[in-house]
T-cell receptor
Framework: DTAVSQTPKYLVTQMGNDKSIKCEQN?????MYWYKQDSKKFLKIMFS???????INETVPNRFSPKSPDKAHLNLHINSLELGDSAVYFC?????????????FGPGTRLTVT | RKEVEQDPGPFNVPEGATVAFNCTYS??????FFWYRQDCRKEPKLLMS???SGNEDGRFTAQLNRASQYISLLIRDSKLSDSATYLC?????????FGTGTKLQVIP
């Protein structure tokens, strides 16, 4: 059984388009995250939700909007895509929002903006 | 100074060697620490937590030095399968920061 799943796995789109990435976890965790890993492999947190409530919102353009319909899902919508948005986006979940437990990552969504 | 810093490597070591990585963190109030492993084109996965007293898991030993604000990972008897990028992770409350990773290549 997949613990943290993301769709799509690959996404190729043109500049200016709007796209969404979906994430679901079946672990019963309270906290979910979105990370961006750029071409230099730097993994940077973008957002974190705990029980559907936004708790971390790092400095990202407001073209990025997370949505958590329930605590098992955290989707990421990106408006007006730019070349610099090309990266791998990872979703993750953990039992709590603190540092007591590990994070479980999804397989990643490789976004290419042309 | 970056919040969490790692030597990017790559560290190229022969099979059977012992290799150690360090990771420094800037905020002395940081509370918990982990090492993750990321294989090429895969997601990060937890390798081990880092406890104040140090901890060992098979060939892997993690240590925390709060006075000098760094954590370390020691790998003994390196295997080809240890080739990966090793990421340190630092928590300050709910804020989590990943290091940029250290790439390890174990050579036959």
């Amino acid at each position: 059984d997949t613990a943290v799943s993301q769709t799509p796995k690959y996404l190729v789109t043109q500049m200016g388009n709007d796209k969404s990435i979906k994430c679901e976890q079946n672990l019963g965790h309270d906290t979910m995250y979105w990370y961006k890993q750029d071409s230099k492999k730097f993994l940077k947190i973008m957002f974190s939700y705990n029980n559907k409530e936004l708790i971390i919102n790092e400095t990202v353009p407001n073209r990025f909007s997370p949505k958590s319909p329930d605590k098992a899902h955290l989707n990421l919508h990106i408006n007006s895509l730019e070349l610099g948005d090309s990266a791998v986006y990872f979703c993750a979940s953990s039992p709590t929002s603190g540092g007591e437990y590990e994070q479980y990552f999804g397989p990643g969504t490789r976004l290419t903006v042309t | 100074r970056k919040e969490v810093e790692q030597d990017p490597g790559p560290f190229n070591v022969p099979e059977g060697a012992t290799v150690a990585f360090n990771c420094t963190y800037s905020n002395s109030a940081s509370q918990s620490f982990f090492w993750y492993r990321q294989d090429c084109r895969k997601e990060p996965k937890l390798l081990m937590s880092v406890y104040s007293s140090g901890n060992e898991d098979g060939r892997f030993t993690a240590q925390l030095n709060r006075a000098s604000q760094y954590i370390s990972l020691l790998i003994r008897d390196s295997k080809l399968s240890d080739s990966a990028t090793y990421l340190c992770v630092v928590y300050l409350g709910q804020k989590v920061t990943f290091g940029t990773g250290t790439k390890l290549q174990v050579i036959p």
